[in-house]
């Protein structure tokens, strides 16, 4: 019963000697996995790193989950603890702005990451106008740049779509165009990128 469950969603071919990806040698991988929320909510369980680690059993792969609560591409969640300055607010103050991306970049390095898994985008649901809009896409870029300069591989995930609610929040039709926009355009990013 388990197997058909989890066929419904994956396929399985049946085979568990993971003949296809083995190597006599251990393939070593650092998969670091970065962005907001979606990241950060995966350290929960460790439904991923099980199934990557099943799946390739003869490589030598370790996880680091730098996901950050409610972070953007601007790292301005990160922003909010390890400053002395910063005790009012939740957004920086000039005197050290850019203080998230700065901390973000630190952990990146200590990480050493082969392959990078970057889940940003849910903020683009509030992206409500093309300023906005443009600011995230420029931000994404900027970021995308930094994070090829570390020589690691990258896999860009896409948002999720809001759900919408039986109760009395309104329909999240709106967040979710803006979402598909961005999806998107990190699409787009990804085939250019290759």
Partial sequence: VELEALTAHWKFDGNTQNQATYSSTALRNRIVLLGGSLIYEMEKCGHFETSVTARWPHHDITFRNLGWPGDDVFGTARSEFGSAQNTRS?????????????KRAEQLRAAKPTTLIVGYGAEAAWADTDQKMSEFQAGYLRLVDELEATGARLILLTPIPHRASTGALPEPTDQNQRLNSAAKFILQTAVERG
Avoid: H, I, T
């Avoid at 939740?90 to 700065?102: L, R």
């Fill in 90 to 102: 939740w957004k920086p103050p000039g005197a050290v702005a850019g203080f998230g991306a700065s």
